[in-house]
T-cell receptor, first 114, second 110 residues
Framework: DAGVIQSPRHEVTEMGQEVTLRCKPI?????LFWYRQTMMRGLELLIY????????DSGMPEDRFSAKMPNASFSTLKIQPSEPRDSAVYFC????????????FGPGTRLLVL | GDSVTQMEGPVTLSEEAFLTINCTYT??????LFWYVQYPGEGLQLLLK?????DKGSNKGFEATYRKETTSFHLEKGSVQVSDSAVYFC?????????FGKGTTLSVSS
């Protein structure tokens, strides 16, 4: 199995631009999580999907952030407009457990907003 | 709410030294407990877990015991290697998403 696939691995953009991060979960995993990691705040859960339905989006920072999971094979996290404080590593993780305790993380997308 | 507290890092050790990374938690119920490891430039990987009191999780020479009386899940290894250099995260789950500690950086020198 290829594991969780994230793209792009690195993204550099200018403030105000739209950024779209993508995640392909492991086949058969029905839970998907988006996390953000920064030195200051550590690892933060942004949103959690189960069977493609958003279950908990209380960690989404503000309206500039949105996430979708149109099918079991794909999810996106979009930031519009981006700001320098959004610079971080964004991880996608998936699980086949119920409850989703053991999570498999992708390699992350390192985002830099100038 | 639920939370996880880890010892501050970085932890710097020589090869073959004994490792302890402290982790304590606050939870309303009976969570499952985890240690995840993040190697440089990679995502987190599950290292070990324990699902009930007095359970011991173990993997790759690492161990941690679920102590309900002290609400702790300390990570230990008897003899660390340079390849163990990484960031270690303690986490808990009460049935939904994981709650992570801030991570402890371990650096092992030869």
């Amino acid at each position: 199995d290829a594991g969780v696939i994230q793209s792009p691995r690195h993204e550099v953009t200018e403030m105000g631009q739209e950024v779209t991060l993508r995640c392909k979960p492991i086949s058969g995993h029905n839970s998907l999580f988006w996390y953000r990691q920064t030195m200051m705040r550590g690892l933060e859960l942004l949103i959690y999907f189960n069977n493609n339905v958003p279950i908990d989006d209380s960690g989404m920072p503000e309206d500039r952030f949105s996430a979708k999971m149109p099918n079991a094979s794909f999810s996106t996290l979009k930031i519009q407009p981006s700001e320098p404080r959004d610079s971080a590593v964004y991880f996608c993780a998936t699980s086949m457990d119920s409850p989703p305790e053991t999570q498999y993380f992708g390699p992350g997308t390192r985002l830099l907003v100038l | 709410g639920d939370s996880v507290t880890q010892m501050e890092g970085p932890v710097t050790l020589s090869e073959e030294a004994f490792l302890t990374i402290n982790c304590t938690y606050t939870a309303t119920g009976y969570p499952s407990l985890f240690w995840y490891v993040q190697y440089p430039g990679e995502g987190l990987q599950l290292l070990l877990k324990a699902t009930k009191a007095d359970d011991k999780g173990s993997n790759k020479g690492f161990e941690a015991t679920y102590r309900k009386e002290t609400t702790s899940f300390h990570l230990e290894k008897g003899s660390v290697q340079v390849s163990d250099s990484a960031v270690y995260f303690c986490a808990l789950s009460e049935g939904t998403a994981l709650i992570f500690g801030k991570g402890t950086t371990l650096s092992v020198s030869s």
